[in-house]
């Protein structure tokens, strides 16, 4: 079958509510092409515009990871949408066959979906209908974004070819604000694509109910699982940056380049610490210190464990540039710095206690000079032939042979001076 003359249809691809899809060949430039025929019971006035608005919307639009759109017409009274071919299947199809993937591959995925998505955006065109379905694999694993069928102008809400109280799009990938009847913009597509991201590790989305409109409930009220707690081995930050594209306000998402940019780093695996610079020594028995690690001996340590998406890195160990993590490692060649002499404090504390316990020696020295002095200097008064001592009267020396009460009588208060000053020291 020759479409408008030039496009001869070989196979059917699939077959969809409103249209199929058929591999083709373009026998004008001879190239294999995908032609898309709306199926003639819809050829209504809103399937058409639908038709041509996927093909405007693509026709806005060019980048790796979007489904490249070539032509479109009409054809014995049906349209006709020739896109280019993905050779290879659609995560749907992934999905049925392998129930989950690992989250490596996943991760790649999400990169180049998010990039797709990001080129859109900045076009001002919402996809909303991400699904494993519309996300094809190539033969070299790329990532393709089709079916722009019901894509909204971010610049022209109108275009949006919905009906007043219906919502389009996947009841399983809806974001919360559409499930509300609101308006779809750019984070509506990251919800989606976060429900998406979820299946792919868990082999089912993060809400599924009996009927749609429960499942929609869940998608406005209910907080997902984070996937560590269903059993699926992610690194922490991949599961918190995970349930923050599925935040339930939208400015609460990231947006599509962040994602894009995150996923194609190494930040997902999880932020690991540091390589030291020597092996850590092992860890010290019954609460002994640590002894230092032998220079040049032992292997970096493994990266541990990742903090939660968000947590703050230790001062100094990481260096974060547009969602990349970058680490500093140790320098083979420079000189290593020498470590802290630690007993240069013991030997001040050690210094000050000897130059208190000197103290009092050479206060005693020195009172010992003074009242040697001084009993020097009074033995030559008193005995100096000048004195006049031989004078004095023998009855006035009693006051050295009695008992002397003027001294004594001072000693017993200062007990009680200090029992005063004990007495007001309780009470301060």
């Excluded at 065109?125 to 494993?132: A, F, N, T």
């Excluded at 869940?218 to 599961?239: E, I, K, M, W, Y």
């Amino acid at each position: 079958m020759l479409v408008a003359g030039r496009y001869r249809l070989i196979s059917p691809i699939g077959r969809g509510g409103m249209g199929e899809v058929w591999r083709a060949a373009d026998e004008v430039l001879g190239r294999a092409v995908a032609v898309k025929l709306l199926l003639g019971g819809h050829a209504d006035e809103s399937a058409t515009a639908r038709f041509r608005l996927e093909a405007q919307t693509a026709a806005r639009l060019s980048h790796p990871h979007l489904v490249a759109v070539f032509d479109f017409g009409a054809w014995e009274d049906r349209f006709y949408l020739v896109m280019e071919l993905v050779e290879g299947r659609s995560l749907g199809a992934l999905l049925t066959a392998e129930e989950r993937l690992g989250a490596e591959q996943v991760a790649r995925i999400a990169g180049q979906a998010a990039a797709g998505l990001a080129a859109a955006h900045r076009q001002g065109i919402v996809h909303r209908d991400i699904k494993p379905g519309n996300l094809m694999l190539d033969a070299e694993g790329s990532v393709k974004i089709g079916d722009f069928g019901i894509a909204q102008f971010v610049d022209d809400p109108s275009a949006a070819l919905t009906t007043t109280g219906q919502i389009v799009g996947t009841s399983l990938y809806l974001a919360p604000e559409r499930a509300l009847g609101r308006t779809a913009g750019a984070a509506s597509d990251m919800y989606s694509l976060g429900c998406v991201i979820y299946q792919l590790l868990l082999g089912d989305p993060p809400f599924r109910s009996d009927t749609a409109t429960a499942t929609l409930y869940q998608h406005v009220d209910t907080a997902p699982v984070p996937l560590r707690q269903r059993g699926v081995d992610v690194s922490p930050a991949f599961d918190s940056y995970l349930l923050g594209m599925l935040a339930k306000q939208p400015e609460d998402r990231p947006g599509a380049q962040q994602v894009a940019e995150w996923f194609q780093s190494d930040a997902w695996r999880g932020q690991p610490e540091p390589l030291p610079l020597y092996a850590p020594a092992p860890p010290p028995a019954n609460g002994a210190p640590h002894a230092p690690a032998p220079a040049g001996t032992g292997m970096p340590r493994t990266p541990a464990a990742a903090p939660p998406y968000g947590a703050a890195p230790a001062p100094g160990s990481t260096e974060q540039s547009a969602g990349v993590t970058t680490y500093r490692l140790p320098q083979s060649g420079g000189r290593r710095r020498r470590p802290a002499d630690r007993s240069a404090p013991a030997r001040r504390r050690t210094g000050a206690r000897e130059a208190i316990r000197r103290r009092p020696r050479v206060a005693s020295a020195i009172a010992g000079t003074v009242a040697f002095i001084a009993a020097v200097y009074l033995g030559m008064t008193l005995f100096s032939p000048d004195s006049g001592s031989t004078d004095t009267p023998d009855s006035e020396p009693t006051a050295s042979t009695g008992p002397q009460s003027a001294a004594p009588s001072a000693a017993p208060e200062q007990p009680a001076r200090q029992a005063q000053d004990e007495e007001g020291d309780e009470e301060d």
